[in-house]
C-alpha cells in the first residue's frame, strides 16, 4: 500500500501548474539540494507509519496512519523575496492537490508546513502529511 499512496501522491502533484520535477526521494535533504533539477521541484519521501494499540484479540490488522513529507525546492537568482513568493504558490498548489485525497479509503491531510533551508537564492520547503484516520480518541 505504501508504492500505491506514494503513486496516488505523485500523480496528484504532476498537476500542479509551474512545477518542473515531481518525483520519489530517499536520502538527505542536503543531497537533494545539490542534485541537478528542473525547478521548482516536488519530492515525496515516505517517513513512516504510526499503528493504532491492540484493542481485540485476534485483529489481524492494525490500523495505522502514514506519514508522507513533500519536499519543495525552489530557486531564485534575483531575490529571496521573489523566490519565496513562487515558492508560496506551489504550497498552495500542493495543498489544494493533496488535503482531502482519498487513497483507499484513507484521507490525505496536511500535519505541518516548514521552511528547512534557505541560502543562496535556493529554498526548500517541508510539507508533511498524513494518510489515514488513525488517532481519533
Known sequence: MIEEAQS?????????ADVKT??????????????????PALHVIYQGADFEEIKT????TPGHAMDFLIVLVGKNVKS????????????????????GLRIYGDML???????????????????????GNLLVE
Open 22 to 39: 515531481v518525483g520519489v526521494w530517499q536520502g538527505d535533504i542536503d543531497d537533494l539540494v545539490k542534485m541537478p533539477q528542473r525547478l
Open 109 to 131: 491531510w496536511p500535519i505541518k508546513e516548514d521552511l528547512l533551508f534557505a541560502e543562496g537564492g535556493i529554498l526548500v520547503y517541508g510539507l508533511n502529511y498524513r494518510l
Open 57 to 60: 484479540a485476534g485483529a489481524d
Open 80 to 99: 529571496r523575496q521573489e523566490g519565496a513568493a513562487s515558492c508560496y504558490a506551489v504550497i498552495e498548489g500542493v495543498r489544494t492537490a493533496l488535503i
Open 8 to 16: 496516488a501522491i505523485i500523480e496528484a502533484l504532476e498537476d500542479i
